[in-house]
């Protein structure tokens, strides 16, 4: 038997309408997530604690502390970036801790650390911090391809995690670009010789990632994510009924309610509808090219959006080029949140000013320098000497040079708001003008007749069932029906909303 991780809350949405799925429209489906038997929902972290106040005006703790009291019987699980917890940099290693055991406290059960370089030594302090917290730590070995990651050399690393202390393993293949045969040596080698259990997190971009699943529970995976067919495939996961129909039966079969799954699927048909002008129909699209150029679908929309900006748009083909080789230099980074900005960025400009490096960024100066993490391999010797000449490498783990931040963080957060609690503080710490942004317009707008209304609403959600499929999205009981665009609008009267929902973050 093997188990499904559920992410239609967390990534299922990243992936395919920028984050922007808000909490009141999760809670009318969560008493039903959580009888499925879901191995675990994937519900906080990656880029929805960044989303929440830049864009939704929400507090990120108070989507996670409802979503708790509203599935109580189901593990819930979330994102972590190592040192850089929820944000773009390393942060120190005390704040990871305060983080971590905050994010234990109200309502996390599962931990699922990665870093973006598959260094270890970013990876151990949020490994300890979860351990101490009494929760279960998933260290996380980013999937790519290229001369330095081989099976051996991912096996190696999962050895590593193990002795750091993870009480088991994730397979994030970012991209998409997995084979099943990959999928199934590499869950097969590491459950035989690491001996932990071993999750597998795709993507739909390339076509594969359903056969890539299947190969990965027939090998010994104890978990596959998925998501709900609306927020399914292209740059999402596969989808979750679609697994479950392909193992019923067999020897992994999770053992799922495909009635159940099927209801659900309705009801987040209508929030997809209600969303669907934010859907980038790019998103669904599969895309074979990315077995090349190994660009994820998020990078692939930022490069988009780049050259739009520099109106280049039909330089995309050299752009997609020259990432391969800009990622060589920089000594194979996997594609993912930061490298993946690091190296599409200093791409583009290799392209459009017309010579290689003519212009360097500072991200890939801080890179070639260290601050990142140690590189899977050796950067390009002539770029490390251009940036080295300026400004000397670091020694040792990035994070171990920083100061402790919490204290800091939070007396400047209580200048701000007296009553201010540790999770605000937190939240401070990471995002600091992000967060003072979304207190000012929370306070503007949240008068108590606002606050009494939302309070109301979220009860009413709560106790509201789950629309069944034949009331998808479209039907206009009562006249306009409430998931469509319009009927939204109308039934919030807040043109604000409307705004902040058309915004691309």
Known sequence: MVGITETVLRDGHQSLIATRMRTRDMLPAAERLDAIGYRSLEVWGGATFDVCLRFLREDPWERLRLLRKAMPGTPLQMLLRGQNLVGYRHYADDLVDRFVAEAARQGIDIFRIFDALNDPANMAPAIAAVKRAGKTAQATICYTQSPVHTMPAFVDLGRRLAELGADELCVKDMGGFMPPGAASELVGRLVKEVRLPVVVHTHSSSGMATLSCLAAADAGATAVDAALSPFAGGASQPPTETLVGAMRGTSVDPRLDLGALAELAGYFQGVLEHYRPLLNLRSLQTDPGILLHQVPGGMLSNLLSQLQEQDALGRLPDVLAEIPRVRADLGYPPLVTPTSQIVGIQAVLNILVGRRYGQITREVRDY???????????????????????????????????????????????????????????????????????????????????????ALGIVAALRAPVPQPAHAPGSARGGVSPWTHEGRARMTQNRRWVDAHRTRG
């Open 368 to 454: 070639v320098r260290g601050l990142y993490g140690t590189p899977p391999a050796p950067v390009d010797p002539e770029l490390a000497r251009r940036v080295l000449a300026e400004e000397p490498a670091i020694v040792g783990r990035p994070a171990a040079l920083l100061a402790p931040e919490f204290d800091k963080a939070w007396t400047d957060v209580r200048t701000l708001i007296p009553a201010a609690d540790e999770a605000e503080a937190l939240s401070y710490a990471i995002f600091p003008a992000v967060y003072r942004a979304y207190r000012n317009a929370r306070d503007r707008e949240l008068t108590p007749a606002v606050l009494n209304a939302a």
